[in-house]
T-cell receptor
Framework: GQNIDQPTEMTATEGAIVQINCTYQ??????LFWYQQHAGEAPTFLSY????GLEEKGRFSSFLSRSKGYSYLLLKELQMKDSASYLC??????????FGKGTSLLVTP | DGGITQSPKYLFRKEGQNVTLSCEQN?????MYWYRQDPGQGLRLIYY???????QKGDIAEGYSVSREKKESFPLTVTSAQKNPTAFYLC?????????????FGPGTRLTVT
């Protein structure tokens, strides 16, 4: 079985930093993905972690602790266009992803 | 430009009718997937295919069928047996069936059944 938990909603101010957490329980682990999805659109890939530690990519960073079943996505210098849903997904067999319900982030002026 | 196309973007059908959603990719990806997304829910896997002429059921395959006759195409049929077909349907593909490479998503088809 598998369980992926994320906060349902978050609000942050333009220019600030926000951390979106994801905790998971899984019987197998091949990596963790973060996707961004604007309303009514397709998800787009943000990051991938398979080893413990921090992966940085511009304003976005993602952290993984496999022993704790924990990841977070860090967004810096928030912009209004960052208002979207952020999906945490686990690959546990290599062929498909299991998604959490997503975190809806609202960036306010 | 390489990518995944889904058509149409919006689709309306009457209850009891089967409907087929198109998904085409020119990325030369081996694996293709169909997901369903409902409001406030994550993506749920319907079917996936690792190679041509082969596909497997995902978590919610009941009421759906697929085919994979060509590498580029993976159409999804929503049958009248699907109890709650109204949803946002997303097709995706990935570079290899062996590694957890990132999945690329099409723009989606929003199906409404009344």
């Amino acid at each position: 079985g598998q369980n992926i938990d994320q906060p349902t909603e978050m609000t942050a101010t333009e220019g600030a930093i926000v951390q979106i957490n994801c905790t998971y329980q899984t019987s197998g682990f091949n990596g963790l993905f973060w996707y961004q999805q604007h309303a009514g659109e397709a998800p787009t890939f943000l990051s991938y972690n398979v080893l413990d530690g921090l992966e940085e990519k511009g304003r976005f960073s993602s952290f993984l602790s496999r022993s704790k079943g924990y990841s977070y996505l860090l967004l810096k210098e928030l912009q209004m266009k960052d208002s979207a849903s952020y999906l945490c997904a686990i690959s546990n067999s290599g062929y498909a992803l299991n998604f959490g319900k997503g975190t809806s982030l609202l960036v306010t002026p | 430009d390489g990518g995944i196309t889904q058509s149409p973007k919006y689709l309306f059908r009457k209850e009891g009718q089967n409907v087929t959603l198109s998904c085409e990719q020119n990325l030369n990806h081996d694996a293709m997937y169909w997901y369903r997304q409902d409001p406030g829910q994550g993506l749920r896997l319907i079917y996936y295919s690792q190679i041509v002429n082969d596909f497997q059921k995902g978590d919610i395959a009941e009421g759906y069928s697929v085919s994979r006759e060509k590498k580029e195409s993976f159409p999804l049929t929503v049958t009248s047996a699907q109890k709650n077909p109204t949803a946002f349907y997303l097709c995706a593909s990935s570079i290899s069936r062996e590694a957890p490479y990132e999945q690329y998503f099409g723009p989606g088809t929003r199906l409404t059944v009344t």
